[in-house]
């Protein structure tokens, strides 16, 4: 039950911005080529990108923006290598065994045949892509507390080495 109140809290606090951000985004790329192209595969391919485009620009500038917060008392040089050093491990930790999954099987598959049995197409495309990102969230939450999991070693290691030197 813990596990489940504290995915759902971050969640709601990492990931529900970003996905508000993709969802619009997708649902207007996807709905827009649709209505000029009438294909499924085409607007399967908008949406992908729009959602793409929405979610992962809003995670990346969020993720710099307070990473770079948390770099104090370095040269502005510095201080950027840090920042797109850390960003760049930490979204892959977080997202890539996620996103492979659910970009290479997943989400097309849902993508593609459930408008063919929802009607109207931007209902059905809203429904494949819910159940393809609650695979995709469940596995990316893995990928986070991962994540932590490493930060939180990484500083044990460290306090332990200032104290045995200090000794």
Same mark, same amino acid.
């Given at each position: 039950?813990? %596990?489940?109140?504290?995915?759902?809290?971050?969640?709601?606090?990492?990931?529900?911005?970003?996905?508000?951000?993709?969802?619009?985004?997708?649902?207007? %790329?996807?709905?827009?080529?649709?209505?000029?192209?009438?294909?499924?595969?085409?607007?399967?391919?908008?949406?992908? =990108?729009?959602?793409?485009? #929405? +979610?992962?620009? +809003?995670?990346?500038? !969020?993720?710099?923006?307070? =990473? /770079?917060? /948390?770099?104090?008392?370095? /040269?502005?040089?510095? !201080?950027?290598?840090?920042?797109?050093?850390?960003? =760049?491990?930490?979204?892959? *930790?977080? +997202?890539? =065994?996620?996103?492979?999954?659910?970009?290479?099987?997943? !989400?097309? *598959?849902?993508?593609?045949? *459930?408008?063919?049995?929802?009607?109207?197409?931007?209902?059905?495309?809203?429904? #494949?892509? %819910? #159940?393809?990102?609650?695979?995709?969230?469940?596995?990316?939450?893995? #990928?986070?507390?991962?994540?932590?999991?490493?930060?939180?070693? %990484?500083?044990?290691?460290? !306090?332990? /080495?200032?104290?045995?030197?200090?000794?």
């Amino acid at each position: 039950m813990f %596990f489940i109140r504290r995915g759902f809290r971050i969640w709601f606090y990492r990931y529900l911005p970003a996905e508000i951000v993709g969802t619009t985004l997708a649902l207007l %790329f996807a709905s827009y080529t649709f209505m000029h192209t009438g294909s499924y595969l085409l607007a399967t391919a908008a949406g992908l =990108t729009g959602e793409g485009i #929405g +979610f992962y620009g +809003f995670v990346i500038v !969020r993720e710099l923006i307070t =990473t /770079s917060r /948390s770099i104090k008392k370095a /040269s502005l040089l510095q !201080r950027t290598r840090r920042t797109l050093r850390t960003t =760049t491990a930490n979204l892959l *930790v977080e +997202f890539t =065994t996620a996103e492979i999954l659910n970009t290479l099987f997943v !989400r097309p *598959v849902l993508l593609y045949t *459930v408008p063919h049995y929802i009607t109207p197409y931007a209902l059905g495309f809203f429904v #494949g892509k %819910f #159940g393809s990102d609650v695979f995709f969230y469940i596995v990316a939450l893995g #990928g986070y507390m991962l994540n932590e999991w490493r930060c939180r070693k %990484f500083i044990r290691q460290k !306090r332990r /080495s200032s104290t045995a030197t200090r000794a």
